[in-house]
């Protein structure tokens, strides 16, 4: 079946620019993730969906960045007056009942 | 919060030969996940391995979580195996947000 998708694959903008980026989870699953990867680390966690809710947004590094779950299926990270240091790969993942993780291929974002 | 530690760093094997990749944990976990992160980014579901041993072809992996230690084995290694390989832990009483391992980058030379 399909996995996790994200778009774009590559994003590149501006400084001060704000930009969207998209998760559309497997089908049937409730728990969405945002991660975000720099170059040469593990993922860090950003924030969890249950449904449409932000269960956990703990990992947010400030209120530049927003995340939205309308309708509890896709998902889009907002994030405002970007930085040159928001430059990462932004990975989504969704989880079955069981609690496995299964994650998407990422955007890559380049802030210039 | 938690840590999470894998060895080695780097590992550079001969088309053909076994290893095996350590990671340990800080503290008590529910979850346990190994991936492979492929030279193009995409992680690979490998093994969710909260507990025991599980196998998968020429891969298994073995979790001890009473002393806060899982094992990844890789067996007859090929080229395609190159990559890095995480271990992903979820924290007891943290709700369901994966903490990850620095990685082992291993590389499969002919």
């Known amino acids: 079946g399909a996995g996790v998708s994200q778009t774009p694959s590559n994003k590149v903008t501006e400084k001060g620019k704000y930009v969207e980026l998209r998760c559309d989870p497997i089908?049937?699953?409730?728990?969405l993730y945002w991660y975000r990867q720099s170059l040469g680390q593990g993922p860090e966690f950003l924030i969890y969906f249950q449904g449409t809710g932000a269960a956990d947004d703990s990992g947010l590094p400030n209120d530049r960045f927003f995340a939205v779950r309308p309708e509890g299926s896709v998902s889009t990270l907002k994030i405002q007056r970007t930085e040159r240091g928001d430059s990462a790969v932004y990975l989504c993942a969704s989880s079955n009942p069981g609690g496995e993780q299964f994650f998407g291929p990422g955007t890559r974002l380049t802030v210039l | 919060g938690i840590q999470v530690e894998q060895s080695p760093p780097d590992l550079i094997l001969q088309e053909g030969a076994n290893s095996t990749l350590r990671c340990n944990f800080s503290d008590s976990v529910n979850n346990l996940q190994w991936f492979h992160q492929n030279p193009w980014g995409q992680l690979i579901n490998l093994f969710y391995?909260?507990?025991g041993t599980k196998q998968n072809g020429r891969l298994s992996a073995t979790t001890v979580a009473t002393e806060r230690y899982s094992l990844l084995y890789i067996s007859s290694s090929q080229t395609t195996d190159s990559g890095v390989y995480f271990c992903?832990?979820?924290?007891?009483?943290?709700?369901?947000?994966?903490?990850f391992g620095t990685g082992t980058r291993l590389q499969v030379t002919l």
């Open positions: 089908s049937g699953h409730t728990a």
């Open positions: 391995i909260p507990s």
């Open positions: 992903a832990v979820l924290n007891t009483g943290t709700a369901s947000k994966l903490t």
